[in-house]
């Protein structure tokens, strides 16, 4: 055996040897949601103490099978890559487990859709950045991972066809060069712990549908109300419906 096929077995072993410990297993299974939590929120899921789940972290971390994404204050950790994912799910599919969930504790009107500084977030920004990525309206930047929950927040471009949907739409916007804000970017959602669409598209975004009273804002927080006509509008133009969790009869 030559010492490059040694390293490999090693690194193999160390993998296996950190996945199979149950405290590990546990939040790996719970990240399997494609979403990120917080070491805390982890401790709670896999039953152990918070310097305790740290440490496990920190490993899964070093070994290359959890990423770090930093969001403000906040530090969230989620699942490096979709290989770590695929490996996990035969893992469980041939232990016949089902991943234990971390029940969000966000109101349930604050979850569904609110401002995030200038742009939209809530369940109703996630599913419109994966339909805008569906629809090709946007692409990632060469070389950025295509999830719409890349740890890296990836840069985005709009495509032809979304310059197009945008001018249809009415909305005619050039990046700003010069801005220290980027043009398109994945922001991660603090309750829904995926990406939302930011940067100087999002802002936009957000300006024109609260101007086109898709979307109201409360008297008071960050809240929106998602108004009848922006229900309307959200199917026609992107094929989005939800149920009346958090709408405006206006």
Known sequence: MDASQADVNQAVA????????????????????????TATELAMVAETAASTASAHLSRLTELGL?????????????LANTQ????????MQLAGQQPKSVQSTTPASLRFARSCYDHLAGTVAVALLQRLLQQGWLCPESGA????GSLQQPNYQVTV??????????IEYQPKPHSRKRYACGCLDWSERTAHLGGQLGAVLLAFM???QWLRRTLVGRELQL?????????KQFALQWPSVNSDPH
């Open 14 to 37: 160390q993998i296996a040897a950190a996945i199979a410990e149950p405290t590990r297993a546990r939040m790996l299974c719970a990240l399997m949601d494609g979403r990120a939590y």
């Open 66 to 78: 959890l990423s770090k994404v930093s969001q403000g204050r906040h530090r969230y950790f989620r």
């Open 84 to 91: 770590v994912a695929q490996v996990l799910e035969s893992m």
């Open 145 to 148: 991972e295509a999830l719409t």
């Open 161 to 170: 066809l979304g310059q197009a949907g945008l001018s249809a739409l009415g």
């Open 210 to 212: 609260l101007e086109k």
């Open 227 to 235: 108004t009848d006509l922006g229900k309307r509008q959200f199917h």
